[in-house]
């Protein structure tokens, strides 16, 4: 069981990344899936969520209406689309997979719920 999160990179500020969180040994589709990132000095913090069940989506304030979670279950992968990226965007991104979910309309916004964890990928947003 593994995930391989990727597509980070560096970008200019108002630029796009498109991240990649690819799952093998399990479907993805019978996990809530999250997006995380930690800023240099800082926390793991809560960027994104795709619910098993409806694929509800779900956004911390500091992203929503720039960041888009979606889901592509025949390559068993779910992307994060990031827009207009700031320079505090800059972090390790990281995706989990929590299998707890499986079924819900929900998704967790805190870590512990995530059974699995991809590597992280660094998105750095500078000019």
């Known amino acids: 069981v593994q995930l391989q999160a990727s597509g980070g990179g560096l970008v200019q500020p108002g630029g796009s990344l498109r991240l990649s969180c690819a799952g093998s040994g399990f479907s993805l589709e019978d996990s809530a899936i999250g997006w995380f990132r930690q800023a240099p000095g800082k926390g793991r913090e809560w960027v994104s969520c795709?619910?098993?069940?409806?694929?509800?989506?779900y956004y911390a304030d500091s992203v929503k209406g720039r960041f888009t979670i979606s889901r592509d279950n025949a390559k068993n992968t779910v992307y994060l689309q990031m827009n207009d990226l700031k320079p505090g965007d800059t972090a390790v991104f990281s995706c989990g997979a929590s299998l707890m979910y499986n079924g819900s309309l929900y998704c967790p916004s805190i870590s512990d719920p995530y059974d699995y964890w991809g590597q992280g990928t660094q998105v750095t947003v500078s000019s």
């Open positions: 795709i619910s098993s069940s409806d694929d509800r989506t």
